[in-house]
Structure formats: structure tokens, C-alpha cells
């Protein structure tokens, strides 16, 4: 059996159900869930996706990784899904751009999916404007934390943020040096107002995380804290042959 490198799109083995999520105020948002292929997931993610003005979606790099890699290699479910009026291959959500303020109740949908899955131990991972949701009303919901990727800190207050402090809700903000809008300087002051945040700093990192080196580090910083028995992250993954060529098992 060919041993696969484990970079861009490869897709591990995982169970993947094409699933729809329904808010409160009436609009259904489409998303998969991606479960480890043969034993019970550990943790779950809940995949918040970036600005969809500017492009974000479902399929948004490092979410789309994070679906095709961690289920195999980390025990992980990855629940992703379109914020309200987003389009992705998967199709499209109800509703239109809520400017974050919205998007609480896609965020809602989500997790009373989580609760009638009885998904484990789920966090929050958020990547640019899913940062601003997941810190303005993560605290809402039942989550052992938010990990929180290029967090530009722009939506959310002070309030927001310091709401965090003393919690009991893990906080870790993972912040390139890079950056286009909040770099680990500004970072640390905006931050500070919540004491126990875990803040990783990453050199020559920028706001997209373009580059396998980059990509394995975002997800590396992801699996230490949800579940770091699986750290470091193989490079390599046992398979027939070519990479993609694994076998994911579809489900609706």
C-alpha cells in the first residue's frame, strides 16, 4: 500500500452526510458533517467560515482541510455549513449577509444540531468574520471553547471579548504575524482584557494561511487543544495510490 502525502486536497477516509441546519427565524442553511470513519469522534469542530462578502464560504480553505483531514487523523467530527445568502458546491443557505449580527441564529442552528447529535466536547473554530460570531455569542451555547483563527477583532467590542473572562469557556486566538488587520502586538492589548486567553503568535504567518506549511501549523494548533493525544500530525497517511484517491463514504 502507497503511503500518501498528506497536502492540499488529499481527503482521508471519513463519513461524510450532507446536512441542512434551520434557524428560528425560518431559513434552512445547507453544510456537511464529516465523522471519523470507524470509531466515535472525540470532540467537534463547528466550522464558522470567513466574510462572504469577501468570498467566505463552507468550503473556505482551512475549513475544507480541516473536514478532508482531522476526522482520520484526530478523531475529530468537523461540522461545516454556509452562514445565511452564502453559495458553495454544497448549495445555497436561506436568507442574506446579516453583517454578524444575523448570524447568531445560524450559529443557534448549529448547535441545537450538535445537541440533537449528541456530537462531543464541541468548540467553536472561527477564521476571520467566523471569529466575530463565535466571540460576540459563543458564550450562549454549550462549548468547551472557540479557537479563534486571523481573529480581526473588528465586530466585536471590548464587551464581547471580556464577557470570555472567567468563563470556564477555553479562549485561544491564533494570530499571524502578518496579518492584514489585528497583528500579535495589537493582539496582546485587545486580549488582555481576558486573562486566560491562549494567544499563538506564528512567524511569517499571514491572514489567509496560504501554504501546506502554514495550513499544518493552523491545524496542528487546532488538534493540541481539542485533542492532544494526536499532536503532531502525521505528514503521511496509509492509501491506495494517488492523493484524493482515499475512500469517504457519502451519506445523503
Excluded at 467590542?157 to 470556564?168: I, K, N, P, Q
Excluded at 488587520?181 to 486573562?195: K, Q, S, T, W
Amino acid at each position: 500500500m502507497t503511503a500518501i502525502e498528506i497536502r492540499g486536497g488529499v481527503e482521508l477516509p471519513a463519513r461524510l452526510e450532507n446536512i441542512e441546519l434551520h434557524t428560528d427565524d425560518g431559513f434552512t442553511l445547507v453544510g456537511e458533517l464529516a465523522l471519523p470513519e470507524s470509531v466515535p469522534p472525540v470532540a467537534t469542530l463547528v466550522c464558522l467560515h470567513p466574510l462572504p462578502t469577501a468570498g467566505g464560504f463552507m468550503d473556505s480553505h482551512i475549513l475544507r482541510k480541516a473536514a478532508a483531514r482531522l476526522p482520520a487523523l484526530a478523531d475529530l467530527a468537523v461540522l461545516r455549513f454556509n452562514f445565511r445568502g452564502v453559495t458553495s458546491p454544497r448549495g445555497t443557505s436561506g436568507g442574506s449577509f446579516g453583517d454578524g449580527v444575523l448570524e447568531e441564529k445560524d450559529l443557534a442552528a448549529a448547535m441545537a444540531f450538535v445537541a440533537q447529535r449528541s456530537l462531543p466536547q464541541p468548540w467553536l473554530l472561527g477564521w476571520s468574520f467566523g471569529t466575530e460570531v463565535a466571540v460576540r455569542f459563543g458564550l450562549r451555547f454549550p462549548i468547551v471553547g472557540a479557537i479563534l483563527l486571523s481573529p480581526p477583532l473588528r465586530r466585536a467590542t471590548d464587551a464581547d471579548l471580556g464577557a470570555w473572562a472567567g468563563s470556564g469557556k477555553r479562549l485561544v486566538a491564533v494570530v499571524p504575524e502578518l496579518d492584514d488587520y489585528l497583528r500579535p502586538p495589537e493582539a496582546r492589548e485587545r486580549f488582555a482584557i481576558v486573562p486566560e486567553t491562549e494567544l499563538v503568535e506564528v512567524a511569517g504567518g499571514k491572514h489567509l494561511w496560504v501554504g501546506e506549511h502554514q495550513v499544518s501549523r493552523v491545524l496542528n494548533e487546532i488538534v493540541a487543544r481539542v485533542n492532544p493525544a494526536k499532536v503532531p500530525l502525521p505528514t503521511t497517511y496509509p492509501g491506495p495510490g494517488l492523493p484524493g484517491a482515499t475512500a469517504r463514504s457519502v451519506v445523503g
